[in-house]
């Protein structure tokens, strides 16, 4: 799906473009792409429909504008999308992978290049040429994101999976709050962890379709986490249904880990219709919530919180296998560790982390905190985000980064290297007000008279 890994700041991004609003609704109604219903977006020359997973135009071209949309001859063009939209048949690849597993670990293959499982006796298509990974274990077979080659395609596909440890976290969290069900949204590693643990059941609800090659039908659904659309239309629905009904015993929780380049707006609402699900199958009351689990970078908190205010950011640092930058301190990863935290609406308590000794409790805030985030007694709260120690400005009343500094001028605490006076970087939170939830620019303190700011 949207590019991943490669973590850019929102303040680049604004530098970079114009700003683009995600005008959120239903999107049954909206034109299909490669990657299902388009999502409606809008910008300064107008609104238009677009790719739900990709932002770069190379990799998804599709592009009509609201006006167009009425036109019968542009919906009749985009009908072929009903048919270029590939098939997957999860039936026949279970058949298929109960027949490979029941033969000898050396006779059992995987070709990358035609993304295909099978016995290497009775197949010779595969050439030289081919990538091909031989001698599948059974712990191969039943964990196939510890090898399987990531997608060349980088700026659609997410490439990373958790790390023993941070899955680890996840079903210990999940234990703590009794819960033994998880949808696992482009999560494979925890499905794979909780498939092999008698105390968890999962469902993998993923846009890569090699997993519908190592997963029972009713294990697996062909999902885009963007505009919760299932591939396999009503057949898919029931399964997940039938799941939801399932955790009536054992509760439920949504673990999601969407690419970072991703927009909020539309994983935000891709919660809401799952959670809205989750009430109607499970006839539980209008103000029960879906407990969720998503890992995003701490810099998305205001965005995320504004839109799911029930949801929290905790200060655990979320790590990925073969991301130098996202795991551990090292001396090639990032100084302060991962950037990316869960987003959770359970209670942060619950999340025990009392064997790792990089956290610690704090006895104010009455959960687990890295060791360096300090309490304010200002702010009444544990301020790092970043792994850094934060400091509070009394004139911003509010902790900001350490290397920031009280610009008299700006009347803001902001970056000193290479700051200019009067140029402001945009910010989910208004520099004006301190409210989130809008910019500066739209701020409803503004006056007519004010000058406009200079854009950074």
Not at 64 to 81: A, G
Not at 131 to 147: A, G, K, Y
Not at 351 to 378: F, P, Q, R, T
Not at 428 to 447: D, I, M, R
Request: glycine share 4%; proline share 5%; with cysteine.
């Amino acid at each position: 799906m949207a590019k991943k890994r490669k973590l850019e700041s929102k303040e680049s991004n604004v530098q970079k473009s114009s700003p683009i609003e995600v005008v959120v609704e239903d999107v049954t109604s909206h034109p299909l792409c490669l990657h299902g219903p388009t999502l409606l977006f809008s910008n300064e020359k107008g609104r238009y429909f677009g790719c739900s997973s990709c932002r770069n135009k190379k990799d998804c071209t599709i592009h009509i504008d609201e006006e167009d949309w009425e036109k019968e001859n542009v919906k009749k063009r985009n009908e072929k999308y009903y048919s270029l939209i590939p098939k997957i048949d999860k039936a026949s690849a279970w058949k298929n992978f109960n027949e490979v597993k029941s033969c000898h670990y050396s006779n059992r293959a995987y070709c990358n290049t035609c993304k295909e499982l099978y016995i290497m006796s009775q197949s010779k298509k595969h050439l030289k040429d081919h990538r091909v990974t031989m001698s599948l274990t059974d712990e191969q077979l039943t964990h196939p994101s510890s090898w399987l080659p990531t997608l060349e395609n980088d700026a659609v596909e997410a490439q990373y999976m958790f790390t023993k440890k941070s899955v680890g976290t996840i079903l210990g969290i999940l234990k703590n709050n009794k819960i033994s069900n998880i949808i696992c949204i482009g999560t494979p590693s925890v499905h794979e962890a909780a498939q092999a643990h008698p105390d968890y059941d999962s469902i993998l609800l993923d846009f890569d379709t090699r997993h519908h090659l190592f997963n029972a039908p009713n294990k697996y659904i062909w999902y885009n986490m963007f505009n919760n659309y299932m591939f396999n239309g009503n057949e898919d629905e029931r399964i997940l249904n039938k799941f939801f009904k399932k955790s009536k015993n054992g509760g439920i929780c949504v673990v999601m880990d969407p690419p970072f380049g991703g927009r909020v707006e539309p994983l935000a609402h891709t919660l809401k219709e799952l959670e809205a699900t989750y009430r109607r199958v499970c006839e539980r009351p209008d103000d029960d919530t879906l407990p969720v689990l998503w890992a995003f970078p701490y810099f998305s908190e205001p965005y995320i919180r504004n839109i799911l205010p029930k949801i929290r950011m905790h200060d655990y640092q979320v790590e990925y296998e073969k991301h130098k930058k996202f795991q551990s301190k090292t001396n090639t990863g990032r100084k302060f560790g991962s950037p990316v935290r869960f987003f959770t609406n359970l209670p942060l308590i619950t999340i025990d982390l009392s064997n790792d000794k990089n956290y610690k409790l704090c006895d104010k805030c009455k959960y687990w905190v890295a060791a360096s985030n300090n309490h304010c007694n200002k702010c009444k709260e544990c301020t790092s985000k970043n792994g850094m120690t934060y400091k509070h400005c009394n004139i911003c009343k509010r902790c900001v980064k350490p290397t920031f500094f009280h610009c008299g001028v700006c009347e803001r605490c902001c970056q000193q290297k290479g700051h200019v006076c009067g140029v402001v970087v945009e910010s989910q939170s208004c520099y004006k007000c301190k409210e989130k939830g809008h910019k500066q620019a739209s701020c409803p303190q503004q006056t007519k008279g004010n000058k406009k700011r200079k854009q950074a």
